[in-house]
């Protein structure tokens, strides 16, 4: 990216809302955090298109500390055809998934179906840091619930709170209680420690900072995941996986990234 960014010789400050890009990123201190604000791309734009909605990535300067798996375009030599549809879904990504289902279908021909269609967002840049909300359809059909992502980055980079929210949307019948599992996953050298009220970890990045979780609801456990490089080699890595339930009034899953140094 930086290579064709010289060789246009462009000058110029990234936006802060661009909507159009489908992506939203919020920068402050060393940290960067990515979050997809958009609805998946139509079939004939992406073969590879995945059921991503919400989902973040976190790095902590040059270091990665929240991922999404990735690798669904690279089917290949390590990545054969049944893997790669699986890195298309929304478990493969650090967002909220209700009843083990996917925001957006994926269909058996390898096309997205219904799911998500639209996606309210709105971000404030304050004094304090920034404040961004999004909100998408993609379990309204099925199920009745509207997810809400709230994030909220401080100004220094070094608290990123957060708040997953399941609300019942108007004009549909009542919901009933669905299983919730909120999964963020970690990268590449990142180890993590559960303590020992299952509600918070210790996240050591390799070579870099060291970082705490705590969730405000749910059991936390540790998962297995991977993730994959831009040559399509998948690593083993871990996620955390918040488990919890929507219930039919709506529910919320508070929680925190904070930077221990």
């Given at each position: ?198 509600q918070g970890a210790l996240l050591r990045i390799e070579l870099g900072a060291l970082w705490q979780f705590r969730t405000g609801a749910g059991v936390l456990s540790v998962e297995e995941s991977l993730w994959v490089d ?22 919320s899953i508070g929680w925190i990234f904070k930077r221990m140094g």
């Amino acid at each position: 990216v930086q290579a064709v960014v010289q060789a246009s010789r462009v000058r110029a400050r990234p936006l802060r809302q661009a909507r159009d890009w489908g992506y939203q990123r919020v920068a402050a201190g060393s940290t960067v955090v990515q979050v997809d604000a958009a609805p998946p791309p139509v079939a004939r734009l992406a073969e590879a298109g995945c059921a991503s909605t919400g989902a973040i990535e976190i790095s902590d300067g040059p270091l990665r500390l929240i991922v999404n798996c990735g690798g669904a375009a690279l089917e290949g030599a390590w990545i054969p055809r049944d893997l790669a549809q699986g890195l298309r879904t929304t478990a493969a990504h650090s967002t909220l998934v209700l009843n083990d289902s996917n925001s957006t279908a994926l269909l058996p021909d390898g096309t997205l179906g219904k799911g998500v269609t639209e996606v309210e967002l709105n971000r404030q840049e304050l004094d304090q840091g920034s404040r961004l909300e999004l909100a998408h359809d993609g379990y309204v059909r099925r199920m009745g619930y509207v997810h809400r992502r709230l994030l909220l980055v401080s100004g220094d980079g070094k608290e990123i709170r957060g708040e997953d929210m399941l609300t019942p949307a108007e004009r549909r019948r009542k919901p009933s209680k669905q299983p919730v599992q909120l999964r963020f996953h970690l990268a590449p050298g990142v180890e993590p420690t559960l303590t020992a009220d299952s509600q918070g970890a210790l996240l050591r990045i390799e070579l870099g900072a060291l970082w705490q979780f705590r969730t405000g609801a749910g059991v936390l456990s540790v998962e297995e995941s991977l993730w994959v490089d831009h040559e399509g080699r998948p690593h083993p890595t871990r996620q955390l996986v918040v488990t919890g339930e929507a219930l039919p009034g709506g529910s919320s899953i508070g929680w925190i990234f904070k930077r221990m140094g």
